[in-house]
């Protein structure tokens, strides 16, 4: 069965930093487009980064763009998120997702994703 699984969540204070990284298990995702997306208490989840399965291209939400980075590493089958700059109002559960279907940026859904990780939560302090 495949999974995703996310770590490197945490408590960090205003203006800090966290690495979220996303491992899939059962089979390399070479050739996934995968993404992420965060989930706030009493709030829809939204949108954070994507990128594509070549890792040639990579899209943001209007809210993170030019502080979060997603990346990914073939070689360790693993895809980052780095977070700079955080704010209080980035926590949230985040979550890792794939698919082999084609997403739509810049108004990415997670009906587009396939498989999701458990989450990872990130708390951020004022």
């Known amino acids: 069965q495949v999974q995703l699984v996310e770590s490197g969540g945490g408590l960090v204070q205003a203006g800090g930093s966290l690495r979220l990284s996303c491992v899939p298990s059962g089979r390399t995702f070479s050739t996934y487009n995968m993404a992420w997306f965060r989930q706030a208490p009493g709030k829809e989840g939204e949108f954070v980064g994507a990128?594509?399965?070549?890792?040639?291209?990579?899209y943001y939400a209007d809210s993170v763009k030019g502080r979060f980075t997603i990346s990914r590493d073939s070689s360790k089958n693993t895809v980052y998120l780095q977070m700079n700059s955080l704010k209080p109002e980035d926590t949230a559960v985040y979550y890792c997702a794939a698919s082999r279907r084609p997403f739509y940026a810049p108004k990415v859904v997670p009906t587009e994703f396939d498989y999701w990780g458990q989450g990872t939560q990130v708390t951020v302090s004022s």
């Open positions: 990128v594509t399965w070549s890792g040639g291209r990579t």
